[in-house]
């Protein structure tokens, strides 16, 4: 069983910045490319980055690029995500999940694990 747990988020200035750790349980890390996705009050879920299964490619949406990154340890079977120059319009809880396949997918129903979130609050 994949047990996924974020850490790291936390309340902020806006401009400010956080970095957001999800570990995960078991041997198969190393095998699937992982995703972070984030969901605000009354909105619906939303792909934020993913990163492929050795950390080669990588993929933003366009509210986050360039402000945020996301990258993996294989060693330590961790992704995280650095947000910098952050925005109340961040504020949300995020998600990471693996998809049972080496590349990654911009859409959340082709994710099979999901860690339990971890609220991020930018504040104005």
């Known amino acids: 069983q994949v047990q996924l747990v974020e850490s790291g988020g936390g309340l902020v200035q806006a401009g400010g910045s956080l970095r957001l750790s999800c570990e995960h349980s078991?041997?198969?890390?190393?095998?699937?490319?992982m995703g972070w996705f984030r969901q605000a009050p009354g909105k619906e879920r939303e792909f934020v980055a993913a990163?492929?299964?050795?950390?080669?490619?990588?993929s933003y949406a366009d509210s986050v690029k360039g402000r945020f990154t996301i990258s993996r340890d294989n060693a330590k079977n961790t992704v995280y995500l650095q947000m910098y120059s952050l925005k109340p319009e961040d504020t949300a809880v995020y998600y990471c999940?693996?998809?049972?396949?080496?590349?990654?997918?911009?859409?959340?129903?082709?994710?099979?694990?999901w860690g339990q979130g971890t609220q991020v609050t930018v504040s104005s």
């Open positions: 990163v492929s299964w050795n950390g080669g490619r990588t």
């Open positions: 078991g041997r198969t890390f190393n095998s699937y490319a």
């Open positions: 999940a693996r998809t049972p396949s080496r590349n990654y997918s911009f859409r959340s129903d082709e994710y099979d694990y």
